[in-house]
T-cell receptor, first 114, second 116 residues
Framework: AQSVTQLGSHVSVSEGALVLLRCNYSSSVPPYLFWYVQYPNQGLQLLLK??????LVKGINGFEAEFKKSETSFHLTKPSAHMSDAAEYFCAVSDNQAGTALIFGKGTTLSVSS | DAGVTQSPTHLIKTRGQQVTLRCSPK?????VSWYQQALGQGPQFIFQ???????QRGNFPDRFSGHQFPNYSSELNVNALLLGDSALYLC???????????????FGPGTRLTVT
């Protein structure tokens, strides 16, 4: 069975500081991995995805993530935080076949202070 | 190009009642998935519809049922509502295959269901 663990339910950074949100996955097959962002009272927006191509994936809004098979990790980073990055972030996994469910982590709330 | 749309935005129901939520997928998408997101939690997969049939189902009771129409839109029905069904219900659509893009799911804004 697949699962996702997001380490740290809350992360606080200062504006301009590095953002690092951690995600570890468990999968019996090569996974597809995703990061989504959710702003208050809104749905989820896809930030980036890993689908077995390049291990360093660049997404929207300056975010990127690196797939590390040996560490079963897919951590999300951004070099310089902006106030508008404050939101809930979810890591998700599915297997590499069409029509499968996304399994989400519990989420990490990112706070950005000025 | 309209994204995924859901209706209604908010809904208040009483225990024991039945509810129907609606979803229109993103243009060009043929697969619709439904998720339940309880407060402070990540979304949980309910089921997925493709070619008007339920293709995959999560760990939800039979009180949760769905339907997909020929135009790919979908409905989620919940019978005999419980207080614990209060949540944000999210619909997501996926593009047709082949290729890894079929794994991408694009979410609507959700329907907030409150059961009293």
């Amino acid at each position: 069975a697949q699962s996702v663990t997001q380490l740290g339910s809350h992360v606080s950074v200062s504006e301009g500081a590095l953002v690092l949100l951690r995600c570890n996955y468990s999968s019996s097959v090569p996974p597809y991995l995703f990061w989504y962002v959710q702003y208050p009272n809104q749905g989820l927006q896809l930030l980036l995805k890993y689908t077995s191509a390049a291990t360093l994936v660049k997404g929207i809004n300056g975010f990127e993530a690196e797939f590390k098979k040996s560490e079963t990790s897919f951590h999300l980073t951004k070099p310089s935080a902006h106030m508008s990055d404050a939101a809930e972030y979810f890591c998700a996994v599915s297997d590499n076949q069409a029509g499968t469910a996304l399994i989400f982590g519990k989420g990490t709330t990112l706070s950005v202070s000025s | 190009d309209a994204g995924v749309t859901q209706s209604p935005t908010h809904l208040i129901k009483t225990r024991g009642q039945q509810v129907t939520l609606r979803c229109s997928p993103k243009s060009g998408h043929d697969t619709v998935s439904w998720y339940q997101q309880a407060l402070g939690q990540g979304p949980q997969f309910i089921f997925q519809y493709y070619e008007e049939e339920e293709r995959q189902r999560g760990n939800f009771p039979d009180r949760f049922s769905g339907h997909q129409f020929p135009n790919y839109s979908s409905e989620l029905n919940v019978n005999a509502l419980l207080l614990g069904d209060s949540a944000l219900y999210l619909c997501a659509s996926s593009p047709p295959g082949p290729g890894p893009s079929v794994s991408e799911q694009y979410f609507g804004p959700g329907t907030r269901l409150t059961v009293t």
